[in-house]
């Protein structure tokens, strides 16, 4: 049964994901942590999401921004060790509520000054943006669109933005696993795990692409603002406790 739901939750986050501009990781979680247990989920989804990213890079590969690249992979890849690293060793419920504060701002402002560009963001912010995303992402498991509003503020769109931040999560990904390997937190069914639910997420994004060629890209970025606010919502509901007296 685990297999079954894992798979599914996979497909949905997927195709979910191609037409927000990332997050699959959000419907894979709970189901994760549910039949796995809390430890389990920042391994398993790092491996499904280097097998889920590597398809879609290919897929958008001729729209791929290699100056964000650049900028956002030295940080991204000290970041994401680090995190795998603190995985064990700091709470993160805190870090949780924090994220998910800054993504419900994030999504928010770019609703009211309804602009192109919500902040200006030359290229060299991905470099520091990249590093906590991925320090972040090394202990949570998954930020999901915590980047979304520097993408779109710098001007990605559509294929050039899930191309452009399939590449950066790839490697980061590659490198959180050699680390959660490590020191210990990578075993052979959470290896097994994340193959499954990264073979899953072909036909998730094989469908998000269909409807993704179909859609403007005003409505991308309507979709992605939306998933943005969806996600810091989320984050914040999980921690509601630490607001309570």
């Known amino acids: 049964m685990t297999y079954i739901w894992l798979t599914l939750a996979s497909i ?5 994901s191609t037409l927000a501009g990332g997050g699959s990781s959000f419907l894979l979680m709970p189901i994760v942590g549910f039949f796995l247990g809390a430890i ?18 290919v897929a958008y590969r001729q729209k791929i921004n290699w100056t964000v690249i650049c900028w956002e992979l030295p940080g991204a890849i000290v970041g994401g060790c680090l995190g795998a690293f603190m995985l064990t060793q700091i709470p993160v419920r805190w870090l ?5 504060l800054f993504l419900l701002i994030s999504g928010i402002n770019l609703i009211l000054k309804n602009q192109e560009k919500s902040f200006t963001v030359p290229a060299w912010y991905f470099l520091p943006a990249g590093f906590i995303y991925s ?4 202990i949570i498991g998954s930020m999901g669109p915590l980047l979304a509003p520097f993408y779109l503020n710098y001007g990605l769109e559509k294929e050039e933005l899930l191309g ?3 590449v950066n999560r790839i490697v980061v990904h590659i490198f959180k696993a050699i680390t959660y390997a490590v020191f210990g937190n990578l075993t052979l069914p959470y290896l097994g795990y994340g193959i499954l639910i990264g073979i899953a997420a072909f036909p998730g994004n ?4 269909l409807v993704l060629e179909k859609i403007s890209p005003q409505l991308f970025r309507q979709l992605v603002i939306t998933f943005v606010i969806f996600s810091g919502v989320f984050l914040l509901w999980e921690q509601r406790s630490l607001l309570i007296l």
């Open 164 to 166: 452009t931040q399939a």
């Open 135 to 138: 320090f972040l992402s090394g």
């Open 96 to 100: 949780s509520f924090l994220v998910g």
């Open 12 to 16: 949905i986050g997927w195709f979910v």
């Open 40 to 57: 389990a989920i920042a391994p398993i989804i790092t491996i499904g999401a280097i097998i889920g990213n590597a398809e879609r890079a």
């Open 206 to 209: 094989w469908l998000g692409h």
